[in-house]
């Protein structure tokens, strides 16, 4: 039996269609990706088979006492409970122990010795005797080494939350996984410890994210819903074979439509010859007044206009092609301009952080005009704190930093924090790039914001549509030092195309940190640091790291079993 089946599933918000006829199948096991454009209903149809939205219409079939995690793009854990506490908590092991507990001591009565059976075997089905040792594990998977399991949740950043939460959906046993972005606050090595424990894990999955690694390497069936039809359409094999068939398709679905159209205008042509012939024959008239001639031209003339009818209604009855939606191709046009001041800039045994706090260092690098630098490392290491000491956010506790004279900054991290939210998009653009209200509009409909999105607030911008906006002002400033923490997180696959463009043809100077691994292939890198420790450590490519992230997955996931 499938672990889930959906049945003609509808949804609607108010008068707008969401999902409209929506059916499919998974079995245990099965890892597929839901994919689709923003606003396609992705969210909402994880929302629907995690019992968190009414379904409209349709019908949802799981197998019998399926357990279900669902982890939504933003998660909020609050309050004082410790990890350890809250893991028990959400697994449900703090209450199958208490029970089991209360349960031992009245073994005499039969029901209850019944209960007691089913409740140790659940306990025994979660692992409950080894349950601290899994949660260690787990932890240590997605890098909480050297946080204690008695650590307060209210004293984690929100990326640590939002890995505890992970944790304890993963820790449930459950049959089913819902997991909405689950790579945007993941590092490198947590990325891959995830990735394999999903592959070997029997819970069948429905993954939404634009990780194309991740993706490629987990699922191997891919659900799309359809902007426009809003349907599924469903998809074998892998997210790059997914890819790799709309490209095919569209070419096909263009070539289809070429030829009908070319075959639509050579039978629109006979049938309007024929109707010039119906007309012309209708109106005869011969010099001698030859009745019999006169007929038959007439006759002829019926025949010419049943033609042209019948032409008519064979194109009428065409299963017509539908044009493909062809959108102007997405660009980012960001040059980087070079004036007359010195272009490098260095650190040299730069301490970064904050007094009595936080700290990483001392630091020594140097960028030349053009260098590609990634810093990769676990989060929490310092990475921010670094790019933020960088780009003059956070003032160094010892050391120096030498910025050229030449140097214009882009800084996306910086920037995100310092947008006026209450500013228009062409407000905020004219001032800050110092353009007139003309230049403004012209530079943001480039990058995909039509005439009523310029007019609103920057307050109403998704994510994405901030990073996207940040771009066109660095390209209106024309930086020549891009500084960009986490890039690919918000973008959708549209922009992230866009920005990998920009990586090929961008001359000026970047400092990236990203977990991103199609994303770093792309970006041609330089320079590739690790930051671990407190320690900035210089290694061969951003491979270096992963091999080692695997070899590390690998070994903790056989603990598990």
Not at 537 to 557: G, N, S
């Amino acid at each position: 039996m499938s672990m889930i089946k959906a049945k003609k599933l509808h949804k609607n918000y108010g008068s707008l269609p969401v999902l409209t006829d929506v059916s499919f199948s998974l079995e245990r096991g099965q890892k597929v990706a839901l994919v689709g454009g923003n606003g396609t209903g992705k969210t909402t149809l994880l929302k629907i088979i995690a019992g968190l939205e009414e379904l409209d219409g349709g019908v949802l079939e799981f197998v019998q006492d399926a357990c279900i995690g669902y982890l939504p793009q933003d998660t909020n854990i609050v309050g004082d409970m410790t990890i350890s506490t809250y893991l028990r908590h959400v697994a449900g092991i703090d209450v199958l122990e208490n029970e089991i507990e209360e349960l031992s001591s009245h073994l005499a009565d039969p029901v209850n010795a019944k209960r007691y059976n089913d409740v140790q075997e659940k306990y025994e089905h979660l692992n409950g005797y080894a349950f601290t040792r899994r949660m260690e594990v787990m932890l240590s998977g997605f890098g909480f080494d050297n946080i204690s399991l008695d650590h307060k949740l209210s004293n984690l950043s929100s990326g640590q939350k939002s890995k505890v939460a992970l944790v304890g959906i993963l820790l449930k046993g459950v049959d089913l996984l819902l997991l909405d972005e689950p790579t945007n606050n993941l590092d490198l090595p947590a990325l891959v410890w995830l990735e394999d424990f999903l592959k070997k894990t029997e819970a069948a999955c429905i993954i939404v994210s634009h990780d194309r690694r991740f993706l490629d390497r987990v699922v191997r069936k891919v659900f799309e819903l359809d902007w426009n039809t809003r349907t599924l359409n469903i998809t074998r094999g892998t997210y790059s074979d997914y890819l790799e068939m709309v490209v095919k398709q569209t070419a096909r679905q263009k070539e289809n439509y070429r030829l009908q159209q070319e075959e639509i205008g050579r039978l629109s042509d006979k049938a309007r010859d024929k109707r010039a012939d119906a007309a012309r024959g209708a109106r005869w008239v011969g010099k001698d007044n030859d009745k019999f001639l006169r007929g038959f031209k007439r006759d002829q003339a019926g025949k010419s206009s049943r033609v042209a009818k019948a032409i008519d209604k064979r194109i009428e009855q065409m299963d017509k092609v539908e044009k493909p939606v062809e959108k102007d191709l997405f660009e980012i046009p960001l040059e980087a301009v070079v004036g007359s001041g010195t272009l490098d800039a260095s650190l040299v045994d730069v301490v970064a952080g904050y007094s009595g706090g936080f700290k990483v260092g001392p630091m020594s690098f140097e960028l030349q005009y053009g260098n590609r630098i990634c810093i990769m490392g676990l989060n929490g290491a310092g990475k921010s704190t670094l790019l933020k000491t960088l780009t003059g956010q956070l003032s160094p506790l010892s050391g120096k930093i030498k910025i050229g004279s030449g140097v214009r900054i882009g800084n996306m991290m910086q920037e995100h924090e310092t947008l006026l939210r209450d500013s228009t998009l062409l407000e905020f653009l004219a001032e800050r790039a110092h353009l007139d209200q003309q230049a403004s509009y012209a530079k943001l409909a480039k990058f995909g914001f039509d005439d009523r999105q310029v007019r609103l607030p920057i307050a109403t911008l998704s994510p994405g549509g901030r990073a996207r906006f940040l771009l066109a002002l660095f390209s209106a400033q024309s930086v020549n030092m891009l500084v960009l923490d986490e890039p690919t997180n918000h973008l959708d696959i549209e922009a992230l195309g866009a920005i990998e463009e920009v990586m090929k043809t961008y001359r000026g100077t970047v400092v990236l940190v990203s977990h991103d691994r199609y994303f770093l292939e792309k970006a041609s890198l330089d320079i590739v640091y690790v930051l671990s420790d407190g320690i900035l450590a210089r290694i061969p490519d951003y491979k270096t790291y992963e091999v080692a992230a695997e070899e590390r997955a690998q070994k903790l996931l056989k603990l598990l079993q």
